[in-house]
């Protein structure tokens, strides 16, 4: 077998077990900013279904890790633009969801308030800011958090795959 072959194959071998160490960091890191987010959501008074903190979901790949979520993300940290109107059935299930449709009694049916609201959104937005917004998710997943998972990952990591080649390689010429 020609050198270059045992020498990839330990290189390689050192590769897999060096990302398999990173996929811990990463997935460990990324687990606690979920938690995180869990818990923002529920300090701010924004669950009613529980529906996307339910939805959140780490992934770790050999390329690196994100945290997966329902698609309303952005509208819970930033609010909605004007334009197309939300489903009035998903107002209506967020109504239901917070108690609002059963303090409404008779004075309007829940599916015209959700209506209604659902219309408003579309011609004028839903800005987070006049409501006081929430940086959900910006107070947690910040740029000193992810500079921090990054540190714990890069130098050791580094340092530690660096020596292992130039061991290997010292006893190939020994």
């Known amino acids: 077998m020609p050198i270059w072959t045992v020498c990839f194959a330990a ?3 050192e590769y897999r077990q060096i990302m398999s160490s990173i996929a811990q960091v ?3 890191e990324f687990e606690g900013l979920k938690n995180e ?5 529920d300090e701010l008074g924004m669950r009613a279904s529980g529906q996307w903190a339910d939805s959140l979901s780490v992934s770790v790949s050999e390329h690196g890790a994100e945290i997966l979520q329902e698609g309303y993300g952005e509208q819970l940290e930033f609010g909605r633009k004007s334009g197309k109107q939300p489903p009035s059935e ?3 299930q967020w109504l239901k ?3 609002i449709a059963a303090r ?3 004075d309007i049916s829940v599916s015209s308030l959700a209506f209604l609201i659902a219309r408003k959104i579309g011609r004028e937005g839903w800005n987070r800011n006049t409501h006081g917004g929430t940086k959900l998710i910006s107070s947690v997943v910040t740029p000193q958090r992810i500079q921090q998972i990054i540190g714990k ?3 050791s990591q580094l340092n530690e795959f660096t020596t292992k080649i130039s061991d ?3 006893t190939l010429q020994a």
């Open 11 to 13: 290189i390689n071998f």
């Open 168 to 170: 290997y390689l010292d």
């Open 90 to 92: 998903a107002i209506e």
């Open 26 to 28: 990463l997935s460990t």
């Open 37 to 41: 987010l869990i818990a923002r959501y």
């Open 104 to 106: 409404l009694e008779k």
């Open 97 to 99: 969801d917070k108690g």
């Open 153 to 155: 990952i890069g130098e």
